[in-house]
C-alpha cells in the first residue's frame, strides 16, 4: 500500500518533525548544568547557571525556579535568602494563578506549557525546609508554624480529591518528629512528647513502616524520653510494649545537636508513550499500538470495508503521554557520625524517593482524565480540518501526536532520602566526623556546646548516571 503525498504535506511534514526534534527535551536534560555543578559541591556555580536557564526564567515556570534557588540558598547557608524565595513560591501555590494562554497551549498541545503549580509533595516540602532555616536561624517559634503547615496542607490537599482517588501521601512522620525536636528546642517537653506520639502512632497504624521508612530507633527513645520527663509512666509502659523496646534512662545531661543528612537527589520525571496508528488497506486496516517501555508493537487487523483507496488522509495516529520518574542512586548510602570515640549510626526519617513515585501512582487516573481531555481536542480539530481539506488534516493529526507529551517538570534538587542522628556534645566546642559507609567521605562539624538542642545539616547529592 502506498500512500499519496502532495508536495506542501510532505514539505510541512518535515517542517514540523525538525520543530519538534529540537524540542522535546525533558525538564531534567535543560536542568543538567545546574545539577551537575550541584553535584560537584559548586552552590555559586548552580544558582549563577539557574539565573542562565531560559526554559526557568519563562513565567510559567516560576514556581520551579523558586523552588530551585531557594533549595540552592539553603544549601548555601543564606537562610534568609531562601525563605524569601520560599515564602513567593508559597504565595505562589496559594494563589493558583494560571495563565489562560497557557491552559489552552497545555490542551491543545501537550501539559508542559502550562502553568507549573508543583506536585503535592513539593508543596509540603518547602514548610520543611522554611522550618529548618527558621531553625539555623534559631527562630524556633516560626520554625513550628512551618512543621505543622506540612501536615496541615496535606490535609487540604487530599480533601479536595474525591473517593477512591485520594493520595496514600495524607500525613507525614517525619513532620511530627521534626515538630518534637523544635519542641524540645525550645523547652516544651510536654508538645515535644505530644508531636514524638503523633510521629510513633502514624507508623503502628501502618505496620511499623510509612512511606518507606521505618520508625527510627532514636525517634522510639524520644517518645519514651520525654512522657518520662513528663512524669506518665502509664505512656512509657505502652509504648515500650507497642515497639516492643525497654526506655534507656540518659546517662548524662549533656547538650545535643541533631544532625540531618540529605543524601541523593529526587527521582526526575520522564515519559512514557502510548500510540495508536490506524492504518488502512484496501479491504483490512491495522491498528498498532506502541509502548516502547512495555516492548508492545502489536498491530491488530481492521475490517475498513474496503473502498479500494489508500489516501494519505486515511492515515491517522494519536499519543498518549503519561509521566513516569526515574530513581537515581545515591552514591552513599549509609553513613556514622563519630564524636568523643563514640559512633552514632544516620537513621532514615524521610523517603522522597518513595514519596514521589506513590504519588505519582495515586494520580494516574486523574493524569488519564487530563490526557483523555487533551486527546478529544486534538482529534476535535483534527475532524472538523478533514471537512475543508483531507490531506492537511492528516498532517494535523501526525502533528498532534508528535507533540504529545507528559509534564516532565520536577523539583529536582530535592533528596531522595533524609536521614537524622541525635548526638551529645562535650562542654565547648565538640569536633563531629560525618564518614559514609564506604569512608569515601570524611567530613567535619564544630559544634559548640550550648544548653538548648542545635541542629546541623549535611548534604550528598551525588548520583550515579
Known amino acids: 500500500m502506498?500512500?499519496?503525498?502532495?508536495?506542501?504535506?510532505?514539505?510541512?511534514?518535515?517542517?514540523?518533525?525538525?520543530?519538534?526534534?529540537?524540542?522535546?527535551?525533558?525538564?531534567?536534560?535543560?536542568?543538567?548544568?545546574?545539577?551537575?555543578?550541584?553535584?560537584?559541591?559548586?552552590?555559586?556555580?548552580?544558582?549563577?547557571?539557574?539565573?542562565?536557564?531560559?526554559?526557568?526564567?519563562?513565567?510559567?515556570?516560576?514556581?520551579?525556579?523558586?523552588?530551585?534557588?531557594?533549595?540552592?540558598?539553603?544549601?548555601?547557608?543564606?537562610?534568609?535568602?531562601?525563605?524569601?524565595?520560599?515564602?513567593?513560591?508559597?504565595?505562589?501555590?496559594?494563589?493558583?494563578?494560571?495563565?489562560?494562554?497557557?491552559?489552552i497551549l497545555g490542551t491543545l498541545l501537550n501539559p508542559e506549557k502550562e502553568t507549573y503549580k508543583g506536585e503535592d509533595f513539593e508543596k509540603v516540602a518547602i514548610h520543611y525546609y522554611k522550618a529548618l532555616n527558621y531553625?539555623?536561624?534559631?527562630?524556633?517559634?516560626?520554625?513550628?508554624?512551618?512543621?505543622?503547615?506540612?501536615?496541615?496542607?496535606?490535609?487540604?490537599?487530599?480533601?479536595?480529591?474525591?473517593?477512591?482517588?485520594?493520595?496514600?501521601?495524607?500525613?507525614?512522620?517525619?513532620?511530627?518528629?521534626?515538630?518534637?525536636?523544635?519542641?524540645?528546642?525550645?523547652?516544651?517537653?510536654?508538645?515535644?512528647?505530644i508531636a514524638y506520639r503523633n510521629a510513633v502512632d502514624l507508623y503502628l497504624q501502618n505496620n511499623g513502616a510509612y512511606m518507606g521508612v521505618a520508625v527510627p530507633d532514636q525517634l522510639k527513645q524520644d517518645v519514651l524520653r520525654t512522657a518520662n520527663n513528663m512524669g506518665f509512666t502509664d505512656?512509657?509502659?505502652?509504648?515500650?510494649?507497642?515497639?516492643?523496646i525497654k526506655f534507656k534512662k540518659p546517662t548524662s545531661n549533656n547538650a545535643e545537636v541533631v544532625v540531618f543528612w540529605?543524601?541523593?537527589?529526587?527521582?526526575?520525571?520522564?515519559?512514557?508513550?502510548?500510540t495508536f496508528?490506524?492504518?488502512?488497506?484496501?479491504?483490512?486496516?491495522?491498528?498498532?499500538?506502541?509502548?516502547?517501555?512495555?516492548?508492545?508493537?502489536l498491530p491488530l487487523p481492521i475490517d475498513t470495508g474496503g473502498d479500494n483507496k489508500s489516501d494519505f488522509s486515511d492515515l491517522d495516529v494519536f499519543t498518549i503521554a503519561f509521566p513516569k520518574y526515574i530513581r537515581r542512586n545515591a552514591f552513599y548510602n549509609k553513613a556514622t557520625l563519630e564524636v568523643s570515640g563514640k559512633s552514632y549510626a544516620m537513621q532514615l526519617a524521610e523517603n522522597y524517593e518513595e514519596i514521589a513515585i506513590t504519588t505519582l501512582k495515586d494520580r494516574r487516573f486523574r493524569e488519564i482524565g487530563k490526557a483523555a481531555l487533551r486527546l478529544a481536542a486534538k482529534k476535535v480539530s483534527q475532524y472538523a480540518l478533514k471537512n475543508e481539506n483531507e490531506d492537511l488534516a492528516a498532517l494535523l493529526g501526525i502533528f498532534n501526536a508528535i507533540t504529545?507529551?507528559?509534564?516532565?517538570?520536577?523539583?529536582?534538587?530535592?533528596?531522595?532520602?533524609?536521614?537524622?542522628?541525635?548526638?551529645?556534645?562535650?562542654?565547648?566546642?565538640?569536633?563531629?566526623?560525618?564518614?559514609?559507609?564506604?569512608?569515601?567521605?570524611?567530613?567535619?562539624?564544630?559544634?559548640?556546646?550550648?544548653?538548648?538542642?542545635?541542629?546541623k545539616k549535611i548534604v550528598t547529592p551525588k548520583v550515579y548516571r
Open 2 to 103: 502506498v500512500l499519496k503525498f502532495t508536495s506542501t504535506v510532505s514539505w510541512a511534514l518535515i517542517l514540523v518533525t525538525v520543530l519538534f526534534t529540537s524540542s522535546c527535551a525533558t525538564y531534567n536534560t535543560k536542568s543538567e548544568a545546574f545539577q551537575a555543578k550541584l553535584q560537584q559541591g559548586n552552590i555559586e556555580g548552580a544558582i549563577a547557571s539557574i539565573e542562565k536557564n531560559k526554559f526557568l526564567l519563562k513565567s510559567r515556570n516560576r514556581l520551579l525556579y523558586l523552588l530551585e534557588k531557594g533549595k540552592l540558598s539553603y544549601l548555601k547557608g543564606d537562610y534568609k535568602t531562601s525563605n524569601l524565595l520560599f515564602n513567593e513560591a508559597d504565595n505562589l501555590i496559594e494563589s493558583n494563578v494560571s495563565s489562560v494562554g497557557n491552559q
Open 235 to 244: 505512656q512509657v509502659i505502652q509504648y515500650e510494649k507497642k515497639l516492643n
Open 262 to 274: 540529605e543524601n541523593g537527589l529526587v527521582p526526575y520525571k520522564d515519559q512514557t508513550f502510548f
Open 277 to 297: 496508528t490506524v492504518l488502512p488497506g484496501n479491504k483490512v486496516g491495522y491498528v498498532t499500538i506502541v509502548n516502547e517501555e512495555l516492548g508492545i508493537d
Open 135 to 193: 531553625a539555623f536561624l534559631n527562630q524556633y517559634d516560626e520554625a513550628l508554624v512551618e512543621a505543622k503547615r506540612i501536615n496541615l496542607q496535606l490535609l487540604q490537599l487530599n480533601a479536595k480529591y474525591p473517593k477512591g482517588k485520594k493520595n496514600r501521601y495524607k500525613d507525614d512522620a517525619f513532620a511530627h518528629n521534626l515538630q518534637g525536636l523544635l519542641y524540645e528546642a525550645s523547652g516544651d517537653i510536654n508538645n515535644a512528647f
Open 404 to 455: 504529545e507529551r507528559a509534564d516532565t517538570r520536577n523539583w529536582q534538587s530535592l533528596p531522595s532520602h533524609i536521614y537524622y542522628s541525635r548526638v551529645p556534645l562535650q562542654k565547648g566546642e565538640n569536633t563531629i566526623t560525618f564518614k559514609s559507609g564506604n569512608s569515601e567521605i570524611n567530613q567535619q562539624i564544630k559544634v559548640q556546646s550550648t544548653k538548648n538542642l542545635q541542629f
